[in-house]
């Protein structure tokens, strides 16, 4: 499923550094402390992240 909902965000998932969703800390102003790329940082949650994705 998260591959799926990566492909749908256009990211790979994996392959970057960010721990939720694989994206490439560099590329979106993420805090590299939490190691979580800019776009997952918003949410307080892993879960809260990809329901927001999933429409949930």
Partial sequence: MKKEVAKM???EY???EC???G???E???CD???EICGSC???KT???MWESILGK
Avoid: N, T, V
Wanted: a negative charge; aromatic letters at 12%.
């Fill in 9 to 11: 965000l256009e990211i």
């Fill in 14 to 16: 994996g392959k970057g």
């Fill in 19 to 21: 721990k939720w969703c």
């Fill in 23 to 25: 994206y490439d800390l």
């Fill in 27 to 29: 590329d979106c102003g």
């Fill in 32 to 34: 590299p402390e939490d």
């Fill in 41 to 43: 940082s918003k949410f």
């Fill in 46 to 48: 892993r879960q809260e």
